[in-house]
């Protein structure tokens, strides 16, 4: 059954970055494997799949975090569930590399002509049309950017259902990543911090009305 136009927008319309949630009220557990199988089917340039999602329920791990996350002080100790994703470094990313390989061949399963092809295609894009080898930097960031689909996903699928959101990039990334290294033992020379994203309900309404700029503003038909 199709989900009506205005249901879509109403959803979009209650959505906000909610600066705390309501401790008391807890996420089922159906609600949030459906926001997370939202965000495993989401696109990525190729394919390629370049994150992780920890779902971060430990209450001293999430009080470690707080300690460096300026943007999540409410957040990271009221949400219901927190996710904390991560991006494959820039070596992981290359056209060359032995994880997309793996990616062509045991998750997209392609024949081996379409992964020369690809490889191929991949190369020029990364090289030439993006120019996206010259340092670790640029090809990390352009993994990165692939990262915000699910989360804009995994927001838009909350809303649609009722639960609040709130993602932050407020944080020292140094700091997060040491303590994920320490404490969660995810290996630093895989992965790098790309954002959070809290989830629970409201436990207060907006401070103030949802504002954006008019569509002429942002938009530009090219006839």
């Known amino acids: 059954m199709a989900i009506s136009k205005q249901d879509i927008l109403d959803a979009f319309q209650f959505r906000h970055a909610c600066k705390e949630f309501d401790a008391e009220r807890k996420i089922a557990g159906a609600d949030f494997d459906f926001i997370l199988e939202v965000a495993r089917l989401s696109p990525s340039s190729f394919g390629l799949e370049p994150w992780q999602f920890l779902v971060v329920q430990n209450p001293e791990l999430r009080e470690k975090l707080r300690a460096v996350t300026w943007g999540g002080q ?60 010259g340092s670790e930097r640029t090809l990390t960031d352009w993994a990165t950017r692939q990262t915000y689909l699910p989360l804009a ?30 404490d969660a033992d995810v290996n630093l020379e895989h992965w790098s911090a790309a954002y959070m994203v809290a989830f629970g ?13 008019q569509r002429d503003a942002v938009v530009r038909w090219l006839d």
């Not at 639960?163 to 994920?180: A, K, M, N, Q």
């Open 201 to 213: 309900y409201r436990k207060n309404p907006p401070a103030r009305p949802k504002t954006r700029q």
């Open 74 to 133: 409410k957040q990271l100790p009221t949400a219901s569930h927190v996710v904390l994703t991560l991006v494959r470094k820039s070596h992981f990313m290359r056209y060359d590399s032995a994880y997309l390989q793996h990616i062509m061949r045991e998750v997209q399963q392609f024949p081996e002509d379409i992964i020369s092809l690809r490889s191929g295609l991949i190369e020029k894009f990364q090289r030439s049309d993006f120019d996206l080898l």
């Open 153 to 182: 996903n995994m927001m838009t699928v909350a809303a649609l259902i009722g639960i609040d959101s709130c993602p932050i990039e407020g944080f020292e990334r140094v700091e997060v990543e040491r303590i994920l290294a320490e």
